[in-house]
């Protein structure tokens, strides 16, 4: 039921379109290329998310869903690319790039393996129960709460209060920084704390209740502070608010199909990130005042919100011009923690390289993993990375769902719910944004459940 009304929702919302008169007839072949490109994708989709409420499988064929086929094929129907500066290359090589997403599927689905994550066959949905939960003392709420005011005392002391509340008095300061990793690093880290810090009380319990749930209030009430989705990327909201629902329907063990994800993506996109897109410049409060949002659905899907598609055609026509960088893009966003000062010219970001060598108005752009493996290796990159992604998201989903995870309070209990709607980012791009914002998450994990696990006592297997 799900799948259906998702598949309805948006091959309904076609025929509104005012349709390129072209597009049945000079170009065919481009969209028929789209349509297989929806049909590998949906199938992909609906085979990932019929057996789990959500895993890293599921992310990725929602990210090719509405990156590489629904919004692309909408701005292909209207003439309109989202592409910042136009290099008019979107009708020539819009069939090539189509051919390069089904091979990615195929590879991808071949190398991932079958989507039953378990050593055998479980009824579905298969959220296993919580198990083997630590007992949080006195000393446990102390120190998770100090670890919370102690991140948003270091964004406030060294960045201001302003960076603290609005995304774009932080891209403004980013700009004016000369190594922008530490600021991507300091930042990141202190707003994933206190997510890291709520979503362990979740997974664990104290001798008071009280106790208990009031220190979850409080570190919830930093979260929002920190993370609210005026003053972060829209992408780590939409991670957090995910990972939360995530977390939740995992606890309370809820039978509920993957494809929620995309349901909640496909309303977001029709709603909450609009207006998210018309306050990310604020620096001040002042500017917040006055802001206009469109509500015309076809305009926000041919924005630079949805620039993925044409950023692929960008990079392929850059490639094209000056040859893939044969992995010196993949290792210098890899090392993005070493300072410019010792690696004075460490690669930026693609996104960036390529927008900044076509003049783009914004050098902020997105540039998918398909175009990443074509930036660094050309054509042979697709199925190298297609490979190792599989593997990747496979193992992940496999030592989360099967019998390889033995400690549910681990680094992986607590990030794998917020993993998974990271994963479309990371994905969508750029790798160093991706890269940087995943591992960020993890370190932040990593210090608090240390913390969790010295301060607390575990609660034998048999109570």
Known sequence: MFFCGLAIVLITALFWLDVRPDAFTDYLPTTLSFIAVGVVTFLGLYDSARDRAFSLNVSHWTYVLFFLFYAPFVQFLV??????????????????????????????????????????????????PRSEPLMCTGWTYLLVIFLCVAAFGAIFLLFGVEVLLLRGAGSELTDKTADKSTFLIVNSVCRAIPVVVTGMLMLTRGKSKWVHWGTFALSAL?????????????????????????????????????????????????????????TRYATSADQLNGVEVSNDWSSN??????????????????????????????????????????????????????????????????????????????????????????????????????????????????????????????????????????LSLLGSAALVIWVFHVSSRRIPTNS
């Open 301 to 438: 899907l041919t924005s630079a919100d949805f620039d993925g598609y044409a950023m692929i055609i960008a990079t392929v026509e850059w490639a094209r011009r000056e040859g893939p960088s044969n992995g010196f893009q993949l290792i210098g966003n890899s090392l993005f923690w070493v300072p410019r000062v010792l690696w004075y010219d460490k690669p930026v970001g693609s996104g960036q390289m390529v927008a900044e060598y076509f003049d783009m108005i914004n050098i902020n752009m997105a540039e998918p993993m398909t175009a990443e493996a074509y930036v660094n290796f050309g054509w042979l990159g697709v199925p190298i990375y297609a490979f190792f992604i599989a593997r990747l998201f496979s193992a992940v989903d496999r030592r989360y769902w099967g019998k390889g995870q033995r400690e549910l309070i681990s680094v992986l209990s607590v990030t794998y719910p917020f993993l998974t709607a990271l994963t479309i980012y990371f994905l969508r791009g750029d790798y160093l944004s991706g890269l940087s914002s995943s």
């Open 79 to 128: 003439a309109t690319s989202a592409a910042q500066s136009d290099i008019g290359a979107f009708d020539h090589y819009a069939i090539w790039i189509n051919c390069m997403t089904l091979a990615w599927c195929g590879i991808y689905y071949f190398f991932y393996g079958s989507p039953d994550l378990s050593d055998k066959a479980l009824a579905r949905p298969t959220n296993k």
């Open 222 to 278: 930093f979260t929002l502070v920190m993370n609210s989705p005026l003053a972060i990327a829209r992408f780590w909201f939409g991670a957090i608010l995910i990972g939360f629902c995530c977390l939740y329907i995992h606890i309370r063990k809820i039978r509920i199909t993957g494809l929620w994800i995309s349901v909640a993506l496909t309303l977001a996109g029709l709603t909450i990130f609009p207006v998210l897109s018309a």
